[in-house]
């Protein structure tokens, strides 16, 4: 991770709360939920020329009741699924999907509102490029990163558009999410881990309790496998 990256995070005080949360949260991993793996994708010609590429799909949920026939034990926690642990190939190029059915309010932070460490810097959102999108349009945050300091520099931030008050349905999930694709280069294997930096758990500590505490809804691992 270099110096200038360190600094930003350095200033989001409560991001590096949540981190510190994530390392009480690796050490309990023998409650994991399962692991996704990325399906290859043939290969892309990227900037570091021509590599292995693998895709991955996931979506965000305004609540867990699509889990365990909504039995599970906090069916209205905000999450990320279908699972929150992902495994991508090492010196590749991986596209990855956010299909997101989940509202949002105002980011706390600009920060995280950019979009950071993907190719050219920019992702897709519902087709259209873009490189940041509106701090009061942001529902959640895919935010890789190492755990130590001295890990591999691998840092990726994708904001995900909130869903629009009046797209949001009193029951089941919007027919009109916000889709937002985004493509990066991974270096050597190594584990990191991945959360949310939009304050979308509700709770103690400015809404970065709960869905944001709790493993497996908005944080998990990111394991680089070689
Ligand atoms: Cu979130």
Redesign the pocket.
């Known amino acids: 991770m270099n110096k200038r990256l360190l600094g930003a995070l350095a200033t989001v005080a409560i991001g590096a709360a949540v981190i510190a949360g994530i390392g009480s949260y690796v050490a309990n991993a023998k409650n994991d939920s399962g692991v996704l793996a990325a399906t290859p994708a043939g290969t892309m010609e990227t900037p570091q020329g021509t590599l292995p590429h693998a895709t991955l799909a996931i979506s965000v949920y305004p609540d867990s009741l699509w889990r365990d026939n909504g039995k599970g034990a906090h069916p209205g926690y905000?999450s990320y699924g279908p699972v929150t642990n992902y495994e991508v190939p090492a010196h590749s190029v991986i596209t990855m999907t956010v299909t997101n059915y989940d509202g949002g309010e105002s980011l706390n932070n600009d920060y995280f509102a950019h979009v950071r460490g993907t190719i050219d810097g920019s992702a897709m959102l519902n087709g259209e490029r873009m490189t940041q999108i509106s701090t009061d349009a942001v529902g959640?945050t895919f935010t890789i990163h190492g755990l130590a300091v001295d890990q591999d520099e691998f840092f990726v931030s994708v904001p995900m558009k909130a869903v629009a008050e009046e797209d949001m349905p009193e029951e089941g999930y919007t027919s009109k999410p916000n889709v937002t694709v985004f493509t990066f280069v991974t270096g050597g294997p190594g584990e990191y881990v991945w959360n949310?930096e939009?304050p979308?758990g509700d709770g103690s500590i400015a809404k970065f309790g709960h869905a944001?505490s709790t493993m497996g809804y908005?944080s998990g691992h990111f394991t680089v496998k070689g």
Do not use: L
């Open positions: 905000v959640h949310c939009y979308c944001m908005m």
